[in-house]
T-cell receptor, first 111, second 114 residues
Framework: SQTIHQWPATLVQPVGSPLSLECTVEGTSNPNLYWYRQAAGRGLQLLFYSVGIGQISSEVPQNLSASRPQDRQFILSSKKLLLSDSGFYLC??????????FGSGTRLTVV | AQSVTQLGSHVSVSEGALVLLRCNYSSSVPPYLFWYVQYPNQGLQLLLKYTTGATLVKGINGFEAEFKKSETSFHLTKPSAHMSDAAEYFCAVSEGFGNEKLTFGTGTRLTIIP
């Protein structure tokens, strides 16, 4: 079966600390992968997407970066977190029949 | 560029009453349209989608939506609300085949009154 895993579920980090969020997909190959951020009281904002290993497209200039070291792995990173990086981060992929499948999300609080 | 407008950030209905969540979109090409539901601290779950074909689409949990091109709308309905329907609902649009990127509305929080 096709599943998507995202971790950690929650994270509290101090300002200026690094960040690494991981997303992996099982049961498929060469998926298109997406990172979204959901800020409190707002909709979902597309941050990055990837159509293959080493291929990253950034939608919004920011303090974050993404990498795709393996076919089914997508990583969201930051060298130094800002307070404004707090939010709910969601990884997603698109099966052939359309309609994103989302991971369970990571709640990041920067303090 | 695509955009989605969800009218009403908060909607309250009584248990057993009709649920109507409004969504209007703009797209330069025939759109693919989606409704997602999000329960607290969880990811988003696909309720239903419209790609092509029949304009009335049925989804999970008794929800349905109708694509009305003339009104650029894709409103979500359910005949009888249940307490378990309390959640946040997001409408989204994509340009479809070859461009899967979704543009989301800001969401509607649905509260069910017992």
């Amino acid at each position: 079966s096709q599943t998507i895993h995202q971790w950690p579920a929650t994270l509290v980090q101090p300002v200026g600390s690094p960040l690494s969020l991981e997303c992996t997909v099982e049961g498929t190959s060469n998926p298109n992968l997406y990172w979204y951020r959901q800020a409190a009281g707002r909709g979902l904002q597309l941050l990055f997407y990837s159509v293959g290993i080493g291929q990253i497209s950034s939608e919004v200039p920011q303090n974050l970066s993404a990498s795709r070291p393996q076919d089914r792995q997508f990583i969201l990173s930051s060298k130094k977190l800002l307070l404004s990086d707090s939010g709910f981060y969601l990884c997603a992929w698109v099966p052939r029949n359309y309609g994103y499948t989302f991971g369970s999300g990571t709640r990041l609080t920067v303090v | 560029a695509q955009s989605v407008t969800q009218l009403g950030s908060h909607v309250s209905v009584s248990e057993g009453a009709l649920v109507l969540l409004r969504c209007n979109y703009s797209s330069s090409v025939p759109p693919y349209l989606f409704w997602y539901v999000q329960y607290p601290n969880q990811g988003l779950q696909l309720l239903l989608k419209y790609t092509t074909g029949a304009t009335l689409v049925k989804g999970i949990n008794g929800f349905e939506a109708e694509f009305k091109k003339s009104e650029t709308s894709f409103h979500l309905t359910k005949p009888s609300a249940h307490m378990s329907d309390a959640a946040e609902y997001f409408c989204a649009v994509s340009e479809g085949f070859g461009n899967e990127k979704l543009t989301f509305g800001t969401g509607t929080r649905l509260t069910i009154i017992p």
